[in-house]
């Protein structure tokens, strides 16, 4: 659960030194704190501690101070803890108190809790807590010995800041704004776009059929709300680990729906320029990218959750403005098939590694 900042707990803990917005990270701070040199540790808890900003703290204090050993993943969230109505993502984790870190850790996997199947490897402590990043991101991948996507992604060098781009979380929150919301357009209201607008790699708008509405209206009182109309690169924030795809990404095609401003709604993510939409290759580039099975298993082995927040794409790498642009010229009117866009990475990886 969450701790509250306001309470007494919250105020003890801070002044201790201990930053956390979580009780099971402080649980095991405080547990951390109480290790003798060489003493050690084993923890169940949830996994979203590996990345995101929230647990920062958390984890730059934990792995400065324990030497991670061991990590256990499982691969089904409902068969492990389901029976207790647990349905995050837990990992359980061995570590030794001391500034020594192991030269490899030791990630397992398992269904459920049958640990007679499980599977193991031994990895660098250098692929997982990668040096100079002061996030200090935990990259967990229980299937993929060789580290694959984390090798075949380094061929893309660039990043949203030398791209120029950013990217953000919807701005409109709907239960916030809900009497300015309406299922049919006009001429006084923007496109506010959900993830049920999501349709072959594009934004499909309006949605007859659905619960959700199509429009807010576009007044003053929505205005830091709104973007101006233009290319721009979508992606849903929430998804089930059960899913093919955790990064799912669609374009915003400002040709296809006829209005001035747009609103993108809380549970999306979208790429833009300084508020601004992006050039058409660019975007078309960056969706197939994102897009990529290559992408999706990278994002895997550091996300915890089933989230795909703004913080964890920033930290992706990208590819430079001409690989991009070669990607977004397999875009016609359609996003290509996943074995299709695959093709397109593999070829792009190829000519990069040539």
Not at 11 to 28: C, D, Q
Request: aromatic share 10%; hydrophobic share 40%; with cysteine.
């Amino acid at each position: 659960m969450k701790i509250n900042s306001q309470t007494a707990m919250s105020r003890k803990l801070y002044s201790s030194g201990i930053e956390v917005a979580n009780l099971y990270a402080a649980f095991v701070w405080l547990s951390m704190q109480l290790l003798e040199p060489g003493g050690q540790m084993a923890a169940i808890t949830p996994r979203s501690f590996c990345n995101g900003p929230y647990f920062r703290k958390f984890r730059v204090a934990f792995l400065r101070a324990m030497g991670l050993k061991w990590i256990h993943l499982f691969e089904s969230r409902k068969n492990a803890f389901g029976d207790d109505g647990v349905l995050q993502e837990n990992v359980i984790y061995h570590a030794v108190r001391g500034v020594q870190k192991p030269g490899s850790i030791t990630i397992s996997t398992s269904d459920g809790l049958d640990f007679d199947k499980t599977r193991a490897l031994s990895v660098p402590y250098s692929r997982v807590i990668h040096s100079g990043d002061r996030d200090m991101f935990i990259h967990l991948n229980g299937d993929d010995s060789d580290g694959r996507p984390a090798e075949r992604i380094k061929c893309f060098t660039s990043s949203l800041d030398k791209l120029g781009l950013s990217v953000s979380t919807g701005r409109v929150v709907d239960f916030r704004v809900r009497e300015r919301l309406t299922q049919t357009p006009g001429q006084e209201t923007a496109p506010l776009i959900y993830p049920c607008h999501f349709l072959n790699g594009f934004i499909k708008w309006p949605v007859e059929s659905g619960n959700k509405p199509n429009a807010i209206a576009s007044s003053s009182g929505t205005s830091d709300l709104l973007v101006e109309a233009g290319f721009y690169v979508l992606t849903k924030r929430f998804s089930s680990k059960e899913q093919s795809r955790q990064v799912m990404a669609a374009i915003y095609d400002p040709t296809r729906i006829d209005a001035r401003l747009v609103g993108f709604e809380n549970h999306l993510n979208y790429f833009h320029k300084q508020r601004r939409g992006l050039p058409a290759d660019l975007a078309k580039g960056l969706a197939l990218y994102l897009n990529s099975s290559m992408v999706d298993q990278f994002f895997r082995l550091f996300s915890g959750h089933t989230q795909v927040n703004a913080t964890d794409l920033r930290k992706m790498p990208y590819p430079t403005h001409e690989q991009l642009a070669r990607l977004g010229v397999h875009i016609a009117d359609r996003m290509p098939d996943q074995e299709t866009i695959d093709a397109i990475m593999e070829d792009e990886i190829l000519s990069c590694e040539q």
